[in-house]
């Protein structure tokens, strides 16, 4: 079982690059299973827990004891940690910390250590979740079923139980491991470049199975039908929207858009010299009212004709790799899954 759970990270070469189960449609938040929906197209909830995590708890805690002397340490109930997927854990994760170091151009604290909170048993995990207070984009809409994992800014720990569909238990790992990274090095990031970043490590090519290639790919078809109806968001309008306004959005195409924005700006490197001087510049200011805004302005300033020349090279880049990537003729049965995960979402 536990290597069947983790047998994503074990990297089948030396390169390489939250979840969530919706009802309905079999796809992983990572979101619907199915070959094209969010397993691999969105690892939704995942991610989202990360972010607007808070706990409501009165009075003194006791503090977590945690065990492991690596990069990982760990804090199990109920679930057991074999020492070999214990290395496997603390291999994968310093070879994202070090992908995060070269995309970002930072220096790794030395005192940083990922925390991680494992249930063998999902009623505990939900009772430790309700318990904590843990504010998640989205989770309104899909419930507490449908959370895979999150990490809490508020104790610094990535929390998740393990998964009946095990092999999403690395992706969720990337995934909310990407959050702890950041969190630990920035301050104030907007929630769409923390998403996108998440989403974009979260499948190293490396320890892609052939059903995390055909979801990404549907991800790329998924955008461009978006844009070719009409239904993509507003690039100045996402970029600026707030956390609280996460929770109002569908959120498989919310995760699906940070990926595809965060992608686009990692893909050259005067791209990504924009993305870290929005980090640099808004780690180092205090938050306040109008803050999102200005990461929309200073995108706006800083890119070359602006930011509806960023949209529109955003675009054309979408259309260009999903020809390449997601076949036209399969748009259209692509465009009937998504009405009906429309549908399931609801309102």
Same mark, same amino acid.
Request: hydrophobic share 35%.
């Given at each position: 079982?536990?290597?069947?759970?983790?047998?994503?990270?074990?990297?089948?070469?030396?390169?390489? +690059?939250?979840?969530?189960?919706?009802?309905?449609?079999?796809?992983?938040?990572?979101?619907?299973?199915?070959?094209?929906?969010?397993?691999?197209?969105?690892?939704?909830?995942?991610?989202? $827990?990360?972010?607007?995590? $808070?706990?409501?708890?009165?009075? *003194?805690?006791?503090?977590?004891?945690?065990?492991?002397?690596?990069?990982?340490?760990?804090?199990?109930?109920?679930?057991?940690?074999?020492?070999?997927?214990?290395?496997?854990?603390?291999?994968?994760?310093?070879?994202?910390?070090?992908?995060?170091?070269?995309?970002?151009?930072?220096?790794?604290?030395?005192?940083?250590?990922?925390?991680?909170?494992?249930?063998?048993?999902?009623?505990?995990?939900?009772?430790? &979740?309700?318990?904590?207070?843990?504010?998640?984009?989205?989770?309104?809409?899909?419930?507490?079923?449908?959370?895979?994992?999150?990490? +809490?800014?508020? &104790?610094?720990?990535?929390?998740?139980?393990?998964?009946?569909?095990?092999?999403?238990?690395?992706?969720?790992?990337?995934?909310? $491991?990407?959050?702890?990274?950041?969190?630990?090095?920035?301050?104030?990031?907007?929630?769409?470049?923390? *998403?996108?970043?998440?989403?974009?490590?979260?499948?190293?090519?490396?320890?892609?199975?052939?059903?995390?290639?055909?979801?990404?790919?549907?991800?790329?078809?998924?955008?461009?039908?978006?844009?070719?109806?009409?239904?993509?968001?507003?690039?100045?309008?996402?970029?600026?929207?707030?956390?609280?306004?996460?929770?109002?959005?569908?959120?498989?195409? $919310?995760?699906? &858009?940070?990926?595809?924005?965060?992608?686009?700006?990692? +893909?050259?490197?005067?791209?990504?010299?924009?993305?870290?001087?929005?980090?640099?510049?808004? +780690?180092?200011?205090?938050?306040?009212?109008?803050?999102?805004? *200005?990461?929309?302005?200073?995108?706006? &300033?800083?890119?070359?004709?602006?930011?509806?020349?960023?949209?529109?090279?955003?675009?054309?880049?979408?259309?260009?790799?999903?020809?390449?990537?997601?076949?036209?003729?399969?748009?259209?049965?692509?465009?009937?899954?998504?009405?009906?995960?429309?549908?399931?979402?609801?309102?």
């Amino acid at each position: 079982m536990e290597r069947d759970a983790f047998r994503h990270l074990q990297p089948r070469s030396s390169s390489g +690059s939250a979840l969530v189960k919706r009802k309905g449609l079999r796809v992983r938040r990572s979101h619907m299973r199915r070959i094209l929906f969010i397993t691999g197209l969105v690892p939704l909830f995942c991610l989202f $827990a990360n972010l607007g995590s $808070a706990a409501s708890g009165t009075g *003194e805690e006791a503090p977590t004891k945690y065990q492991g002397a690596g990069l990982c340490q760990f804090a199990l109930q109920d679930y057991t940690l074999a020492p070999h997927i214990e290395k496997s854990i603390n291999q994968v994760v310093q070879r994202l910390l070090e992908q995060h170091k070269r995309t970002f151009k930072f220096n790794g604290r030395p005192d940083f250590r990922l925390h991680m909170r494992i249930f063998g048993k999902f009623d505990d995990y939900a009772q430790f &979740t309700t318990n904590q207070g843990v504010q998640v984009p989205g989770l309104s809409r899909a419930g507490l079923t449908n959370l895979a994992g999150y990490y +809490s800014r508020r &104790t610094k720990e990535l929390v998740t139980w393990r998964q009946q569909v095990s092999s999403t238990f690395g992706n969720v790992l990337l995934h909310e $491991a990407s959050h702890a990274i950041m969190d630990a090095h920035f301050r104030n990031s907007p929630q769409w470049l923390l *998403e996108g970043c998440a989403e974009y490590f979260a499948y190293p090519p490396d320890m892609q199975d052939q059903r995390d290639v055909r979801n990404l790919r549907a991800r790329w078809g998924l955008l461009n039908l978006w844009l070719r109806d009409g239904k993509l968001a507003s690039l100045p309008m996402f970029v600026n929207a707030k956390q609280s306004d996460w929770d109002k959005m569908d959120i498989d195409k $919310a995760y699906i &858009t940070s990926w595809s924005i965060f992608q686009f700006l990692a +893909s050259t490197e005067a791209n990504r010299n924009i993305t870290r001087k929005l980090l640099t510049d808004r +780690s180092g200011q205090p938050p306040r009212r109008g803050f999102e805004a *200005e990461g929309a302005a200073m995108l706006d &300033t800083e890119y070359p004709g602006g930011l509806k020349k960023l949209e529109a090279d955003w675009h054309r880049w979408i259309v260009q790799t999903g020809r390449q990537l997601f076949p036209e003729k399969s748009l259209d049965k692509l465009r009937e899954f998504d009405q009906e995960r429309e549908r399931r979402q609801g309102p």
